[in-house]
């Protein structure tokens, strides 16, 4: 599929799953069912395509050359800059960073707002339910200024204790920083809500949006985030990329993060000065290949619409609710009436790394493990889970293979 006007008139989910080259192929002699979107969702044709003609025809350094070849590289590498201000209703272009993923992101925040704004006793507000690469960030940043961190609660429900939260809130509050949608519960929290809080305390904000850009419509205006965070390869584009999206005037006051070509105005030996926002966050040759199938990726998303995209992954995620809750002997962790297109859930005594090798025999593939939030296991005291994690190009019949495979692992350990 390639016109636009394909896409737009009819949106045809089963034509759509046939730009995805991947997802064609057998898996242990199975037709494979992707089931791990929520690690990374795979790439349409389109982005492909884009990404080797730049590599055939068009590659060049950016921001360096003079002549046609790199200009033109240029000019592909920044249009995903416009693209991805679209995406998110950014005000301005200048507010978004390149980087290598939502990780490096958060790294990038940790280091040069936290290394500048915080000092001994101020508050950092996370949550029970963050990934590893919103924990560890910030315990490192604490570790250097003496900052505390402080952990908001999830409940049996899987929801954070949005009371817990505002009792937290107080004037060495200097930064909340939370997850959007939550990796392994689907849980959508209301970060809107949340940040309204921790404006009035005098807080600035940074969501992890590694799981709700690929899924809903994130509109920074609207949510009024300070920094927000999120990866390509979660968006139907490639690895290695990744961005940052940060109000003007917090970045204008945030010192440069790493050193190094393109991110300079002048350099001496005696004094070195700064490029303006937001290349003084982006020092060094960038992943130009990756930003280029950003850009396709996310032109491709927004051909079929985020509202779209969210209307019909919600049908699924309903559905995949249904069946699993249909199926004795496992339990789902994490019931929140709001939530994005994946399921955790765990057997009653089967471990999920059998579990997993069991379906991936089958085709099917999922994850297993603590999905980089150990605390979150701790939490719900289990050590690992098994999560099947949608995107639009899954299938109701892909959902009914997972719950034959589940109950096909049941009666191979006799349950
Ligand atoms: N979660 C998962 O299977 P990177 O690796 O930088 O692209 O994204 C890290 C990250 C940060 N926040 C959230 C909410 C995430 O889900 C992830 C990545 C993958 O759940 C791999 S652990």
Known sequence: MNPAADIKSVVDFKRIRSDFPVLLQKTNGHPLVYLDNAASSQMPAQVIDRIDRYHRNEHANVHRGIHTLSQNATDAFESTRSKVKNLINAPSEDEIIFTTGTTDSINLVANSWGGTMLNRGDEIILSEMEH??????????????GA????????????????????????RTKIVAVIHVSNVLGTVNPVKLITELAHEAGAVVLLDAAQSV????????????????????KLCGPTGFGILYGKKEILEEMPPYRG??????????EKTTYNRVPFRFEA????????????????????????????????????LIQKLRAIDGIRIIGEAPERAPLASFVFESIHASDAGTLLDKKGIAV????????????????????????????????IDQLAAGIKYVQSFFNQ
């Open 132 to 145: 590893h690469a919103n924990i560890v960030p910030w315990q490192m940043i604490a570790h250097k200024t």
């Open 148 to 171: 505390i961190i402080r952990v908001i609660p999830v409940t049996d429900q899987g929801l954070l204790d949005l009371e817990a939260y505002k009792s937290m809130l107080g004037p």
């Open 214 to 233: 690929p899924h809903m419509k994130v509109d920074v205006q609207e949510l009024d985030t300070d920094f927000l965070a999120f990866s390509s390869h």
């Open 260 to 269: 190094g070509g393109d991110m300079i105005d002048k350099v001496s030996f």
């Open 284 to 319: 060094g040759t960038p992943p130009i290949s990756a930003a280029i199938g950003t850009g396709a990726a996310i032109d491709y998303l927004l051909q079929i619409g985020m509202g779209r995209i969210e209307e019909r992954e919600s049908e699924l995620a309903d559905l």
């Open 367 to 398: 994850r297993t493990g603590h999905h980089c939030a150990q605390p979150l296991m701790k939490r719900f005291k289990v050590s690992a889970t098994t999560r099947a994690s949608l995107s639009f190009y899954n299938t109701e019949d892909e």
